[in-house]
């Protein structure tokens, strides 16, 4: 635990005494809950439909794979086109891109990001490393098998994928958010305390809540 | 100024009209501005898609009441500016709630929702919209600066306040737009156009590829749904404002979507052509080209 994030006690200019916890303090402790979907099926539709047409990814580039998704912004694949666009912040994307090895340290980063993203939301492996660990398998410091720590949509294969391949990767991910298979926000949900062992298993210096809303 | 109730529905159908438009225009510039750099483009819908979706999150979180209001502030700011001024000269029924004094509303407005959201990006408590906040008020302040000396020149130029009488006096055939009579007062509006319009070389407050994209960092689902909502009638009625000021008003909608259009096209084509300032870098900007054409037009009126 990092020494900024233990109890302290503070004192106010009135001069009353009272303790900080910055655990506490700075996040909200309710863990996520099952979020179903709209009572008509047909509005359920149309959504997955809007969803699956604006799909906004997570700029945030976790290993050598991430290099793959600057050329579909430009002319040459230009996602745009299919209503796939980078966004800066967690709080406004559903897809979250873990492009290929993934350290602890940057596991660490990754579970807060997803978990500050809003549901529906999607998480993409890409690259063998998030498969089965890929050229890092006897690496001391990486994760070898995504799934086990946040629950994933789909997976593109290839060390590295090329920029056709992340882009069919992006048209299978469509059809399956269209077909309502796009629930791993609510799979999170379910097998909560699963995921949470599994992460804290890994990452040693645990110094945040267990959910990061 | 006599109120009529018949007033209330025309004002919501020229906002649901402004609405669609300001979807479809923004989009069509996007891609205007792909199609420079070699791109194909978003579709000409996509921001409908991206609205609904948006609304369609399940979970959304709030930091607090002003949080909240952010975005309700934003929309009302954009509003509230196109009801108050004339969309299309001399019809009964798009002339919305303008009255004498309109035009310090309407400056007052424009300014009104950036402040709104200055509080509710406040209150989100993350770092990269206090940062925005600072860049983002700085620069429009600076911005609005050259906007109001073009507007005190041409009231003085009218005598007047009102946004429907200075329509009114460019009604002669183009030359007697503002734009002719008075092309200092509408050089330093253009300057200040450029610096509100959120697009290259002015647009680092809200830049995605920038600090997590300023104010909005922490804004998602329906509040972001709202903003969205916003940006498209604010862009139209600023630009609205434009064309009234300086360059004759419109006599009906097709006139209005072709100069809006324009107008609007004008700071995407500058922001195609540039690239970014600073934040410090945009004050001077504008201190050193903008300013000094605003207070020439008001001296020479
Ligand atoms: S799969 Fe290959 S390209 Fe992708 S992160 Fe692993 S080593 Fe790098």
Request: charged share 15%; net charge neutral; glycine share 8%.
């Amino acid at each position: 635990m990092k020494k900024e994030l233990e109890k302290r006690t503070v004192t106010g200019p009135d001069g009353q005494v009272f303790e900080v916890d910055p655990l506490k303090d700075y996040f909200c402790e309710a863990t996520p809950t099952v979020q179903t979907g709209e009572y008509l099926q047909i509005v359920e539709d149309l959504f997955n439909w809007a969803r699956s047409n604006s799909i906004w990814v997570l700029g945030f580039g976790t290993g050598c794979g991430a290099i793959e998704m600057r050329p579909l912004m430009t002319p040459r694949f230009d996602a745009y086109r299919y209503g796939v666009q980078w966004r800066a912040t967690p709080r406004q994307s559903n897809l979250f891109i873990v492009s290929g090895y993934l350290s602890v340290k940057t596991l660490k980063r990754v579970v807060r990001a997803y978990e500050q993203m809003q549901s529906p939301k999607y998480v993409m492996g890409l690259g063998s490393c998030t498969i089965n660990g890929g050229m890092y398998w006897d690496s001391y410091n990486t994760i070898k098998q995504l799934d086990d720590y946040l629950p994933v949509d789909l997976y593109v294969t290839g060390c590295m994928p090329r920029p056709e391949a992340l882009l069919s990767g992006i048209e299978a991910l469509k059809k399956i958010i269209r077909e309502g298979r796009g629930e791993g926000a609510n799979i999170y949900a379910e097998r909560f305390e699963w995921y949470k062992a599994n992460q804290k298993k890994v990452i040693q210096d645990w110094d945040m809540p267990d959910y990061n809303w | 100024m006599d109120f009529e109730w018949i007033k209330i529905p025309y004002a919501l159908l020229s906002l649901f009209i402004v609405l669609n438009y300001g979807l479809l225009m923004t989009a069509l510039v996007t891609k205007i501005g792909a199609r420079a750099g070699r791109r194909y483009g978003i579709p000409i819908y996509q921001n409908y898609i991206d609205i609904l979706k948006n609304m369609a999150l399940r979970t959304s979180l709030t930091h607090g009441v002003m949080f909240y209001l952010g975005p309700v502030f934003r929309l009302s700011g954009g509003v509230g500016l196109l009801l108050f001024m004339p969309l299309i000269f001399g019809s009964e029924m798009f002339s919305n709630f303008s009255f004498a004094g309109d035009l310090m509303l309407v400056l007052y407005f424009i300014f009104f929702g950036m402040l709104g959201m200055a509080l509710g990006a406040g209150e989100s408590g993350s770092p990269h919209a206090a940062i925005g906040v600072s860049r983002g008020l700085s620069q429009v302040t600076t911005s609005e600066l050259p906007l109001a000396l073009a507007v005190f020149a041409v009231a003085l130029q009218y005598q007047t306040l009102s946004i429907t009488d200075i329509v009114a006096a460019q009604q002669h055939g183009w030359t007697s737009w503002t734009l002719f009579t008075n092309p200092l007062a509408v050089i330093a509006a253009m300057f200040s156009f450029l610096g509100s319009m959120m697009r290259p070389p002015f647009d680092i407050v809200l830049a995605p590829q920038e600090i997590p994209i300023g104010p909005p960092t922490e804004y998602h689902s329906s509040y972001l749904a709202a903003m969205q909502t916003n940006r498209m009638i604010f862009a139209v009625a600023k630009v609205v404002v434009y064309m009234n000021l300086f360059f004759g008003g419109a006599s009906n909608w097709f006139e209005l979507f072709i100069k809006v259009f324009l107008i609007y096209l004008f700071s995407a084509f500058v922001g195609v052509c540039f690239p970014r300032f600073r934040v410090e870098q945009s004050v001077r900007w504008f201190l050193v080209w903008a300013v000094p054409p605003g207070i020439l037009a008001i001296l020479l009126v």
